[in-house]
């Protein structure tokens, strides 16, 4: 490994700057729904609420992000007791979803990424966007969790219109509809496109690719998601540091990207 990856590698072992992100992600989360789940929406400008629609569904991806580098053990390297209960914590906000069979979900991609025994692949037949979205939620809305987790949500929503009283249009936008667009961004930004068969077919051993957005918009696209190659290649590496992945494998990465 080069010494320009050594460098991001070695700030992993500050055990404050990844529960720093997720304390910060997670915070706002939390705050943007108090401030918005009992706003009088009939009194707001359509732009207004566009824009807090848009928000929410970007801080309620960063709790699966949150999650995800959980998964990696880059949340706190230094604990991992402290590391999986943030994962906890985030997927239970994110959709009362259960950590240990995501993170057993997981390391199944990473293992076969794009084929048969990948858990997010397409089953060979619905390649396209809308059917292999749906295919990759019904993997993951099925089973006993997927009871569980849809009672969860059923008494929550319950819970804020009865006992809150928040209003249903509120908690329309401001929570189950940022829940559906996130699914939408994460899938598309990190499943999707890094995964889809190319041209030619695949052309490294991820079988990913990566986009070729700036920092700022790889940013707001997904938490730089979208450096997929270089996430595979060095999955260590939590979200924030991807970008400083790029250029420093110039091969592999270049044919991650054809």
């Not at 696209?221 to 996430?231: A, L, V």
Request: glycine share 6%; proline share 6%.
């Amino acid at each position: 490994m080069s010494k320009s990856f050594m460098r991001p590698t070695a700030e992993l072992r500050n055990r404050y700057v990844g529960l720093l992100w997720a304390g910060t992600i997670v915070a706002a989360w939390c705050l943007s729904a108090v401030s918005l789940f009992w706003l009088p929406v009939h009194k707001l400008p359509i732009p207004a609420i566009a824009g807090a629609v848009l928000l929410r569904t970007f801080l309620h991806t960063g709790l699966f992000i949150t999650a995800h580098d959980a998964m990696h053990r880059s949340v706190c390297t230094t604990n991992h007791r402290l590391n999986d209960l943030v994962g906890r914590l985030a997927v239970a906000l994110y959709a009362f979803l259960p950590y240990r069979e995501l993170l057993v979900k997981h390391q199944q991609h990473h293992r076969a990424p794009a084929t048969a025994s990948d858990p997010d692949y397409h089953d060979g037949r619905h390649t396209g966007f809308g059917q292999w979205y749906l295919n990759f939620m019904q993997e993951y809305m099925a089973g006993e969790h997927a009871v569980r987790q849809l009672v969860a949500l059923a008494l929550l929503c319950v819970g804020c219109l009865w006992l809150l009283a928040v209003p249903a249009i509120n908690l329309l936008l401001f929570w189950l509809l940022p829940l559906v667009l996130s699914s939408v961004q994460l899938f598309y930004f990190g499943t999707y496109l890094p995964h889809r068969r190319p041209h030619g077919g695949y052309h490294n051993r991820h079988r990913a690719t990566s986009n070729r957005l700036c920092t700022f918009w790889s940013f707001i696209s997904c938490y730089h998601f979208g450096y997929h190659w270089e996430h595979h290649e060095y999955p260590q590496v939590p979200w924030y540091h991807l970008p400083s992945l790029l250029g420093a494998a110039p091969r592999q990465q270049s044919a991650a990207r054809s």
